[in-house]
Protein backbone atom coordinates (compact mmCIF):
# COMPACT_ATOMS: atom_id res chain seq x y z
CA UNK A 1 0.00 0.00 0.00
CA UNK A 2 1.06 3.37 -0.74
CA UNK A 3 1.93 6.58 1.67
CA UNK A 4 -1.42 6.94 3.23
CA UNK A 5 -3.10 10.43 4.50
CA UNK A 6 -6.04 10.08 6.99
CA UNK A 7 -8.67 12.65 6.93
CA UNK A 8 -10.84 13.54 9.38
CA UNK A 9 -14.14 14.93 8.09
CA UNK A 10 -13.20 14.04 4.50
CA UNK A 11 -16.79 13.88 3.23
CA UNK A 12 -17.65 17.71 4.34
CA UNK A 13 -16.87 20.54 2.11
CA UNK A 14 -12.99 21.81 2.32
CA UNK A 15 -12.05 17.86 2.96
CA UNK A 16 -13.75 16.20 -0.14
CA UNK A 17 -12.03 19.15 -2.44
CA UNK A 18 -9.01 18.17 -0.66
CA UNK A 19 -9.31 14.29 -0.89
CA UNK A 20 -10.00 14.83 -4.52
CA UNK A 21 -6.60 17.07 -4.62
CA UNK A 22 -4.33 14.62 -2.28
CA UNK A 23 -5.48 11.67 -4.89
CA UNK A 24 -5.10 13.30 -8.09
CA UNK A 25 -1.05 14.01 -6.69
CA UNK A 26 -0.71 10.31 -6.01
CA UNK A 27 -1.49 9.65 -2.33
CA UNK A 28 -4.06 7.22 -0.57
CA UNK A 29 -6.59 8.23 1.29
CA UNK A 30 -8.54 7.23 4.03
CA UNK A 31 -11.42 9.46 5.15
CA UNK A 32 -13.02 8.93 8.83
CA UNK A 33 -16.40 10.94 9.26
CA UNK A 34 -19.18 10.92 11.29
CA UNK A 35 -21.58 11.77 8.65
CA UNK A 36 -23.01 14.08 10.83
CA UNK A 37 -23.20 16.84 8.42
CA UNK A 38 -22.46 15.13 5.12
CA UNK A 39 -23.09 12.25 3.06
CA UNK A 40 -21.49 9.11 2.06
CA UNK A 41 -22.73 10.11 -1.71
CA UNK A 42 -19.49 11.91 -1.53
CA UNK A 43 -16.78 9.53 -1.60
CA UNK A 44 -18.61 8.28 -4.88
CA UNK A 45 -18.26 11.38 -6.40
CA UNK A 46 -14.74 11.88 -5.62
CA UNK A 47 -14.39 8.75 -7.09
CA UNK A 48 -15.81 9.37 -10.25
CA UNK A 49 -13.32 12.80 -10.47
CA UNK A 50 -10.56 10.51 -9.42
CA UNK A 51 -10.99 7.38 -11.10
CA UNK A 52 -10.48 5.51 -7.65
CA UNK A 53 -12.68 6.16 -3.98
CA UNK A 54 -10.59 6.65 -1.10
CA UNK A 55 -11.27 4.46 1.95
CA UNK A 56 -14.11 5.54 4.09
CA UNK A 57 -14.43 4.51 7.77
CA UNK A 58 -17.94 6.00 9.18
CA UNK A 59 -17.07 6.85 13.16
CA UNK A 60 -16.26 9.75 15.12
CA UNK A 61 -13.14 11.30 15.99
CA UNK A 62 -13.78 11.11 19.86
CA UNK A 63 -13.89 7.21 19.38
CA UNK A 64 -10.48 6.34 20.89
CA UNK A 65 -11.16 2.56 19.74
CA UNK A 66 -11.66 3.27 15.78
CA UNK A 67 -9.00 5.51 15.64
CA UNK A 68 -6.66 3.12 16.95
CA UNK A 69 -7.93 0.76 14.25
CA UNK A 70 -7.97 2.54 11.78
CA UNK A 71 -3.91 3.82 12.32
CA UNK A 72 -3.25 0.16 12.34
CA UNK A 73 -5.00 -1.04 9.84
CA UNK A 74 -3.59 1.80 6.82
CA UNK A 75 0.15 3.04 6.60
CA UNK A 76 -0.82 6.38 7.14
CA UNK A 77 1.95 9.04 7.56
CA UNK A 78 -0.12 12.38 8.17
CA UNK A 79 -3.51 13.37 8.77
CA UNK A 80 -5.29 15.95 7.28
CA UNK A 81 -7.75 16.79 10.14
CA UNK A 82 -11.32 19.15 9.21
CA UNK A 83 -13.25 16.99 11.22
CA UNK A 84 -15.22 19.56 13.61
CA UNK A 85 -18.99 21.76 14.06
CA UNK A 86 -18.47 25.02 12.70
CA UNK A 87 -21.75 27.07 12.47
CA UNK A 88 -21.06 30.75 14.82
CA UNK A 89 -24.78 30.71 15.41
CA UNK A 90 -24.99 27.18 16.48
CA UNK A 91 -22.22 27.46 18.55
CA UNK A 92 -23.83 29.49 21.25
CA UNK A 93 -26.87 27.43 21.43
CA UNK A 94 -24.71 24.22 21.93
CA UNK A 95 -21.55 25.72 23.68
CA UNK A 96 -20.92 22.64 25.09
CA UNK A 97 -21.20 20.43 22.26
CA UNK A 98 -18.76 22.58 19.96
CA UNK A 99 -16.14 22.38 22.54
CA UNK A 100 -16.81 18.38 23.19
CA UNK A 101 -17.06 18.03 19.36
CA UNK A 102 -14.21 20.29 18.14
CA UNK A 103 -11.40 20.61 21.39
CA UNK A 104 -12.00 17.45 22.44
CA UNK A 105 -12.43 15.61 19.09
CA UNK A 106 -8.64 17.23 18.26
CA UNK A 107 -7.52 15.66 21.98
CA UNK A 108 -8.73 12.18 21.06
CA UNK A 109 -7.08 12.88 17.33
CA UNK A 110 -3.93 13.43 19.06
CA UNK A 111 -3.66 10.92 21.61
CA UNK A 112 -4.71 8.04 18.78
CA UNK A 113 -1.88 9.75 16.32
CA UNK A 114 0.86 9.82 19.40
CA UNK A 115 -0.26 5.84 20.29
CA UNK A 116 0.62 5.11 16.32
CA UNK A 117 3.75 7.63 16.40
CA UNK A 118 1.86 9.56 13.22
CA UNK A 119 2.96 13.15 14.53
CA UNK A 120 2.51 14.88 11.62
CA UNK A 121 -1.06 17.11 11.47
CA UNK A 122 -2.44 19.46 9.22
CA UNK A 123 -5.37 21.46 11.07
CA UNK A 124 -7.98 23.41 9.49
CA UNK A 125 -8.23 26.73 11.77
CA UNK A 126 -9.92 29.74 10.97
CA UNK A 127 -9.32 33.78 10.42
CA UNK A 128 -12.03 33.65 12.69
CA UNK A 129 -9.23 33.57 15.63
CA UNK A 130 -8.34 37.24 14.44
CA UNK A 131 -11.87 38.12 16.21
CA UNK A 132 -12.33 41.90 15.16
CA UNK A 133 -8.45 42.57 13.40
CA UNK A 134 -6.55 45.90 14.29
CA UNK A 135 -5.99 46.35 10.65
CA UNK A 136 -5.86 44.47 7.55
CA UNK A 137 -4.51 42.62 5.65
CA UNK A 138 -3.73 40.52 8.73
CA UNK A 139 -0.52 38.73 9.40
CA UNK A 140 -0.19 35.72 10.96
CA UNK A 141 1.37 37.79 14.00
CA UNK A 142 -1.56 39.30 14.98
CA UNK A 143 -3.35 39.11 18.36
CA UNK A 144 -5.98 36.22 18.96
CA UNK A 145 -9.51 36.73 20.01
CA UNK A 146 -12.56 35.74 19.52
CA UNK A 147 -15.96 36.38 19.94
CA UNK A 148 -18.33 33.15 20.03
CA UNK A 149 -17.92 29.26 21.28
CA UNK A 150 -17.02 28.47 17.48
CA UNK A 151 -14.11 30.76 17.46
CA UNK A 152 -13.12 29.85 20.82
CA UNK A 153 -12.96 25.97 20.24
CA UNK A 154 -10.67 26.88 17.27
CA UNK A 155 -8.25 29.03 19.23
CA UNK A 156 -8.29 25.65 22.18
CA UNK A 157 -7.73 23.79 19.34
CA UNK A 158 -4.33 25.91 18.32
CA UNK A 159 -3.09 26.24 21.49
CA UNK A 160 -3.55 22.08 22.43
CA UNK A 161 -1.20 21.78 19.27
CA UNK A 162 1.13 24.52 19.15
CA UNK A 163 2.09 23.19 23.34
CA UNK A 164 1.83 19.81 21.85
CA UNK A 165 4.53 20.86 19.55
CA UNK A 166 6.62 22.88 21.69
CA UNK A 167 6.82 20.10 24.30
CA UNK A 168 7.71 17.70 21.57
CA UNK A 169 9.80 18.49 18.26
CA UNK A 170 8.78 15.38 17.20
CA UNK A 171 5.40 17.06 16.18
CA UNK A 172 5.24 18.92 13.03
CA UNK A 173 2.02 20.71 12.59
CA UNK A 174 0.54 23.16 10.47
CA UNK A 175 -2.41 25.69 11.74
CA UNK A 176 -4.08 26.77 8.27
CA UNK A 177 -6.13 29.74 9.06
CA UNK A 178 -8.56 29.74 6.36
CA UNK A 179 -9.71 33.19 5.36
CA UNK A 180 -13.47 32.83 3.38
CA UNK A 181 -13.99 29.42 1.37
CA UNK A 182 -16.47 29.26 -1.68
CA UNK A 183 -17.00 27.76 -4.93
CA UNK A 184 -17.06 24.04 -5.57
CA UNK A 185 -15.07 21.55 -7.58
CA UNK A 186 -15.19 22.42 -11.62
CA UNK A 187 -16.91 19.03 -12.26
CA UNK A 188 -19.86 20.46 -10.41
CA UNK A 189 -19.89 16.97 -8.25
CA UNK A 190 -19.10 18.25 -5.04
CA UNK A 191 -19.50 21.17 -3.14
CA UNK A 192 -20.84 23.22 -0.37
CA UNK A 193 -24.31 21.77 0.96
CA UNK A 194 -25.40 23.77 3.96
CA UNK A 195 -28.17 22.25 6.07
CA UNK A 196 -31.06 24.83 6.49
CA UNK A 197 -30.85 28.33 5.41
CA UNK A 198 -27.45 29.43 4.43
CA UNK A 199 -25.96 31.49 6.89
CA UNK A 200 -22.95 32.14 4.74
CA UNK A 201 -23.25 34.93 1.88
CA UNK A 202 -22.10 32.89 -1.17
CA UNK A 203 -24.63 29.91 -0.66
CA UNK A 204 -27.28 32.23 -0.13
CA UNK A 205 -26.35 34.20 -3.48
CA UNK A 206 -26.65 31.22 -5.58
CA UNK A 207 -30.04 30.19 -3.38
CA UNK A 208 -30.96 33.29 -4.61
CA UNK A 209 -30.33 32.23 -7.98
CA UNK A 210 -32.03 29.39 -7.84
CA UNK A 211 -35.50 31.19 -6.64
CA UNK A 212 -35.20 29.54 -3.28
CA UNK A 213 -34.86 33.09 -1.62
CA UNK A 214 -36.72 36.50 -3.29
CA UNK A 215 -33.61 38.44 -2.66
CA UNK A 216 -30.25 38.55 -0.37
CA UNK A 217 -30.64 40.65 2.72
CA UNK A 218 -27.24 42.49 2.64
CA UNK A 219 -26.38 43.08 6.02
CA UNK A 220 -24.82 46.90 6.87
CA UNK A 221 -23.69 49.57 4.18
CA UNK A 222 -22.42 52.00 6.36
CA UNK A 223 -19.17 50.31 7.10
CA UNK A 224 -15.93 52.15 6.33
CA UNK A 225 -15.19 50.10 2.96
CA UNK A 226 -15.13 50.79 -0.41
CA UNK A 227 -18.82 50.82 -0.84
CA UNK A 228 -20.41 50.68 2.72
CA UNK A 229 -20.81 46.51 3.05
CA UNK A 230 -18.35 44.16 4.97
CA UNK A 231 -14.95 43.35 3.02
CA UNK A 232 -14.00 39.40 3.04
CA UNK A 233 -11.11 37.49 1.49
CA UNK A 234 -12.88 34.79 -0.64
CA UNK A 235 -10.61 32.22 -1.54
CA UNK A 236 -11.77 29.01 -4.41
CA UNK A 237 -12.18 25.74 -2.25
CA UNK A 238 -9.94 23.96 -4.36
CA UNK A 239 -7.09 26.40 -4.25
CA UNK A 240 -7.49 26.00 -0.45
CA UNK A 241 -7.18 22.37 -1.22
CA UNK A 242 -3.75 22.80 -3.12
CA UNK A 243 -2.62 24.75 0.33
CA UNK A 244 -2.94 21.81 1.74
CA UNK A 245 -0.87 19.75 -0.41
CA UNK A 246 1.90 22.87 0.14
CA UNK A 247 1.58 22.43 3.94
CA UNK A 248 1.83 18.71 3.80
CA UNK A 249 5.08 18.96 1.23
CA UNK A 250 6.71 21.93 3.78
CA UNK A 251 6.26 19.71 7.06
CA UNK A 252 8.00 16.88 5.05
CA UNK A 253 10.56 19.00 3.99
CA UNK A 254 11.17 21.05 6.76
CA UNK A 255 10.09 18.69 9.81
CA UNK A 256 8.94 21.80 11.55
CA UNK A 257 5.62 23.19 12.40
CA UNK A 258 3.74 26.39 11.04
CA UNK A 259 1.11 28.67 11.44
CA UNK A 260 0.02 30.41 7.96
CA UNK A 261 -2.95 32.18 6.24
CA UNK A 262 -4.62 30.58 3.66
CA UNK A 263 -6.67 32.90 1.31
CA UNK A 264 -5.87 35.75 -1.81
CA UNK A 265 -4.98 38.79 0.28
CA UNK A 266 -7.38 40.72 -1.78
CA UNK A 267 -10.67 42.14 0.18
CA UNK A 268 -14.67 41.93 -1.92
CA UNK A 269 -17.51 43.43 -0.71
CA UNK A 270 -20.73 42.15 -0.68
CA UNK A 271 -21.81 43.91 -3.49
CA UNK A 272 -18.60 43.16 -5.37
CA UNK A 273 -19.48 39.73 -4.96
CA UNK A 274 -23.08 40.23 -6.12
CA UNK A 275 -21.94 41.97 -9.10
CA UNK A 276 -18.86 39.44 -9.87
CA UNK A 277 -21.73 36.84 -9.48
CA UNK A 278 -24.17 38.26 -12.42
CA UNK A 279 -21.05 39.02 -14.24
CA UNK A 280 -20.12 34.70 -13.90
CA UNK A 281 -23.22 34.17 -15.02
CA UNK A 282 -25.53 36.80 -16.28
CA UNK A 283 -28.29 36.08 -13.04
CA UNK A 284 -29.34 39.15 -11.45
CA UNK A 285 -29.74 38.77 -7.44
CA UNK A 286 -32.31 41.32 -6.18
CA UNK A 287 -31.11 42.39 -2.99
CA UNK A 288 -32.12 44.36 0.01
CA UNK A 289 -30.17 46.49 2.55
CA UNK A 290 -30.71 45.52 6.43
CA UNK A 291 -28.83 46.48 9.37
CA UNK A 292 -25.37 44.90 10.52
CA UNK A 293 -25.32 41.43 11.51
CA UNK A 294 -23.86 41.15 15.24
CA UNK A 295 -20.30 40.10 15.73
CA UNK A 296 -19.69 41.08 12.12
CA UNK A 297 -16.59 43.06 11.41
CA UNK A 298 -16.25 45.66 8.44
CA UNK A 299 -13.11 44.20 6.28
CA UNK A 300 -10.93 40.64 7.11
CA UNK A 301 -8.54 39.63 4.48
CA UNK A 302 -5.44 37.58 4.42
CA UNK A 303 -1.60 38.96 4.66
CA UNK A 304 -0.23 36.41 2.10
CA UNK A 305 3.52 36.68 2.42
CA UNK A 306 4.53 33.56 4.65
CA UNK A 307 2.00 31.51 2.81
CA UNK A 308 4.15 32.21 -1.10
CA UNK A 309 7.62 32.23 0.85
CA UNK A 310 7.09 28.97 2.90
CA UNK A 311 4.77 27.51 1.26
CA UNK A 312 5.57 28.33 -2.34
CA UNK A 313 1.19 28.62 -2.69
CA UNK A 314 -0.97 31.46 -3.74
CA UNK A 315 -4.40 31.14 -4.72
CA UNK A 316 -4.74 31.17 -8.26
CA UNK A 317 -8.58 30.80 -9.34
CA UNK A 318 -10.52 34.62 -9.75
CA UNK A 319 -13.86 35.57 -7.81
CA UNK A 320 -15.80 34.54 -11.46
CA UNK A 321 -14.39 31.07 -11.06
CA UNK A 322 -15.59 30.84 -7.57
CA UNK A 323 -19.23 32.17 -8.51
CA UNK A 324 -19.59 29.86 -11.95
CA UNK A 325 -18.14 27.16 -10.04
CA UNK A 326 -20.59 27.70 -7.06
CA UNK A 327 -23.81 28.35 -9.74
CA UNK A 328 -22.72 24.75 -10.79
CA UNK A 329 -22.41 23.22 -7.99
CA UNK A 330 -26.25 24.50 -6.95
CA UNK A 331 -27.76 23.25 -10.06
CA UNK A 332 -26.79 19.98 -9.57
CA UNK A 333 -28.00 20.13 -5.89
CA UNK A 334 -31.39 21.34 -7.43
CA UNK A 335 -31.42 18.82 -9.62
CA UNK A 336 -31.09 16.56 -6.92
CA UNK A 337 -33.91 17.61 -5.14
CA UNK A 338 -36.30 17.69 -7.90
P1 LIG B 1 -18.18 20.50 6.78
O1 LIG B 1 -19.20 20.52 7.83
O2 LIG B 1 -18.60 20.45 5.36
O3 LIG B 1 -17.15 19.29 7.03
C1 LIG B 1 -16.82 18.84 8.31
C2 LIG B 1 -16.99 17.33 8.32
O4 LIG B 1 -16.64 16.83 9.61
C3 LIG B 1 -18.42 16.87 8.04
O5 LIG B 1 -18.41 15.92 7.01
C4 LIG B 1 -18.89 16.26 9.36
O6 LIG B 1 -19.78 15.19 9.14
C5 LIG B 1 -17.58 15.82 9.97
N1 LIG B 1 -17.53 15.75 11.44
C6 LIG B 1 -17.88 16.71 12.33
N2 LIG B 1 -17.66 16.28 13.59
C7 LIG B 1 -17.14 15.03 13.49
C8 LIG B 1 -16.70 14.06 14.44
N3 LIG B 1 -16.77 14.29 15.75
N4 LIG B 1 -16.22 12.88 13.97
C9 LIG B 1 -16.15 12.63 12.65
N5 LIG B 1 -16.57 13.50 11.71
C10 LIG B 1 -17.06 14.69 12.13
O7 LIG B 1 -17.22 21.78 7.03
P2 LIG B 1 -16.08 22.39 6.11
O8 LIG B 1 -16.57 23.69 5.60
O9 LIG B 1 -15.57 21.38 5.16
O10 LIG B 1 -15.00 22.72 7.23
C11 LIG B 1 -13.94 21.83 7.51
C12 LIG B 1 -13.11 22.40 8.63
O11 LIG B 1 -12.62 23.68 8.27
C13 LIG B 1 -13.89 22.60 9.95
O12 LIG B 1 -13.05 22.24 11.01
C14 LIG B 1 -14.17 24.09 9.96
O13 LIG B 1 -14.27 24.59 11.27
C15 LIG B 1 -12.94 24.64 9.26
N6 LIG B 1 -13.19 25.94 8.60
C16 LIG B 1 -14.22 26.06 7.72
C17 LIG B 1 -14.47 27.29 7.12
C18 LIG B 1 -15.62 27.47 6.18
O14 LIG B 1 -16.04 28.61 5.97
N7 LIG B 1 -16.16 26.43 5.56
C19 LIG B 1 -13.65 28.38 7.41
C20 LIG B 1 -12.60 28.21 8.29
C21 LIG B 1 -12.37 26.98 8.89
C1 LIG C 1 -19.56 37.41 4.56
C2 LIG C 1 -20.10 38.81 4.39
C3 LIG C 1 -21.82 39.38 5.98
C4 LIG C 1 -24.81 36.55 4.49
C5 LIG C 1 -18.14 33.08 8.58
C6 LIG C 1 -17.71 32.67 9.97
C7 LIG C 1 -16.23 32.37 9.99
C8 LIG C 1 -15.81 31.40 8.88
C9 LIG C 1 -16.43 31.69 7.56
C10 LIG C 1 -15.36 29.21 9.77
C11 LIG C 1 -20.33 39.55 5.71
C12 LIG C 1 -22.38 39.38 4.57
C13 LIG C 1 -23.65 37.28 4.67
C14 LIG C 1 -25.97 37.19 4.01
C15 LIG C 1 -24.75 39.25 3.92
N1 LIG C 1 -16.13 30.05 9.15
N2 LIG C 1 -23.63 38.62 4.40
N3 LIG C 1 -25.89 38.52 3.75
O1 LIG C 1 -19.05 36.09 8.52
O2 LIG C 1 -16.95 36.39 7.12
O3 LIG C 1 -17.40 34.22 8.19
O4 LIG C 1 -17.83 31.99 7.69
O5 LIG C 1 -14.36 29.33 10.38
O6 LIG C 1 -15.94 31.89 11.26
O7 LIG C 1 -18.00 33.74 10.86
O8 LIG C 1 -18.79 34.90 6.27
O9 LIG C 1 -20.25 34.41 4.36
O10 LIG C 1 -21.28 34.69 6.65
O11 LIG C 1 -20.38 36.69 5.48
O12 LIG C 1 -24.73 40.48 3.70
O13 LIG C 1 -27.03 36.58 3.85
O14 LIG C 1 -21.39 38.73 3.78
O15 LIG C 1 -22.40 40.40 6.74
O16 LIG C 1 -20.02 40.89 5.50
P1 LIG C 1 -18.08 35.52 7.59
P2 LIG C 1 -20.23 35.10 5.67
Known amino acids: MKNTILITGGT ?20 VDNLCNSERLTMERVASICGQAPHFVQGDIRDAVLLDKVFASYPISAVMHFAGLKS ?15 VGGTACLVAAMERAGVRRLVFSSSATVYGQ ?12 RTTNPYGRSKLL ?3 MLRELQTADNRWQIALLRYFNPVGAHASGLIGEK ?16 A ?5 LRVFGDDYPTVDGTGVRDYIHVVDLAKGHLAALRYLEQEGKGITVNLGTGSGVSVLQLVAAFTQ ?41 AMCADAWRWENLVKNMQE
Not at 282 to 295: K, L
Not at 305 to 312: F, K, T
Open 211 to 215: GKHPF
Open 157 to 159: CED
Open 133 to 144: PDAVPIPESAPL
Open 194 to 209: PSGVPNNLMPYITQVA
Open 88 to 102: VGESWQQAAHYLDNN
Open 280 to 320: ATGIQIPYQIFPRRPGDVASCYAATDLAREALDWRAKLSVG
Open 12 to 31: GYIGSHTAVELMLAGWDVVV
